[in-house]
């Protein structure tokens, strides 16, 4: 039985399907990502999780909690990182979590202690005396990871939370990320960076118009499209009919062939490149330039459902 289970969750608006019979597990400790365009039915799962929406048929269990039965003790147990940034602009980001801590009944002694502690884990404790409205857009939402984290929850919600950051902020979260997680949390992160999931997630589940159109390992996933690199080799001259038969015969791993272009699919693209450029060399092939791409999540939604992911 793992720490988060999803069962054949389902929720509607009106006759409009958002969620579609959904299930998942997540064990305790593990970055759950759920990876999928707008409108995918993502904030809706984690909203149900938050226990913010009620579920049309199905349930979530949080460590044997069920939202529908319990959720005052899932509530308890998570922290929850929305999209939109809760946050009182004049106050400064000590005084926000200050009152974020009230919220959660924390003691006053406890409270300094953990404002403090997550100051330094979104590392904006030398800002902290300053109003959130001098603040950058990635310096809000990191504060309103502090906030999440408060009342140190074993399980933390994050809804998209790198959408619209700078850089620097999008590497402190990510790396926040990362910590909690080896200090046992269990994190849901959704996000429609491919880039991210992959960097970040134990488990992730690939989510359109509604449904789970596969889940895994980041590794397991990019299996599903072969997991080989492309090599991508640009001519300088088109190719004869002739010289694409020799081509064929000579190279024995699976290949594209056009006249502007081949490509090949190969275990280890770098591994293999000089081999390929030498033979090609020896064929009298004259290379333009090449390119190796490695099997990615993107490469992976696209196959399964006909659409780019940032569509
Ligand atoms: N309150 C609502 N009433 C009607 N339809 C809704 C409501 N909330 C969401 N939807 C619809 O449900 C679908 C799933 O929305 P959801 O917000 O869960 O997707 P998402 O994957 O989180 O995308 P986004 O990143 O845009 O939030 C969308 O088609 C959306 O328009």
């Given amino acids: 039985m793992g720490f988060v289970e999803v069962k054949e969750l389902t929720k509607k608006y009106g006759n409009f399907t958002a969620v579609d019979k959904i299930s998942f597990t997540i064990n305790k400790g593990e970055i759950f990502g759920l990876l999928g365009p707008n409108g995918a039915g993502k904030t809706t799962t984690i909203s149900i999780l938050a226990t913010l929406l009620e579920p049309t048929s199905g349930d979530i269990v949080v460590d044997n909690y069920s939202v529908k039965k319990h959720p005052n003790k899932v509530r308890e147990m998570l922290g929850f990182v929305p999209q939109e940034i809760a946050l009182y602009h004049s106050l400064s980001a000590i005084e926000n979590l200050t009152f974020w801590g009230r919220m959660y009944n924390l003691k006053e002694k406890e409270l300094k202690k953990r404002v403090d502690y997550v100051l330094d884990l979104v590392s904006l404790s030398q800002r902290a005396k300053e109003p959130i409205k001098n603040y950058s857009g990635g310096m809000k939402r990191r504060i309103n990871i502090a906030v999440g984290l ?145 099997p990615n999540l993107e490469k992976v939604f696209l196959h399964l459902t006909g659409k780019s992911l940032r569509d």
Avoid: W
Wanted: charge should be negative; hydrophobic fraction near 35%.
């Fill in 150 to 294: 408060l009342h140190n929850p074993r399980l933390l919600l994050m809804d998209e939370p790198t959408v619209g950051v700078d850089p620097q902020s999008r590497n402190n979260i990510l790396e926040t990320v990362k910590n909690l997680s080896k200090d046992g949390i269990t994190v849901i992160y959704t996000s429609h960076y491919m880039e991210e999931i992959e960097y970040l997630c134990d488990k992730v589940a690939i989510m359109d118009s509604g449904e789970i159109k596969a889940q895994g390992t980041v590794e397991e996933l990019k299996a599903i499209v072969g997991n080989k690199d492309t090599i991508k080799v640009f001519l300088q001259r088109p190719l004869s009919s002739e010289k694409i038969t020799i081509l064929k015969n000579t190279f024995n791993f699976k290949g594209e062939f056009t006249d502007k272009e081949i490509s090949f699919l190969v275990d280890n693209g770098s591994d293999q490149l000089v081999d390929i450029l030498g033979k090609l060399q020896s064929l009298g092939v004259e290379v333009k330039s090449v390119d190796i791409i490695k």
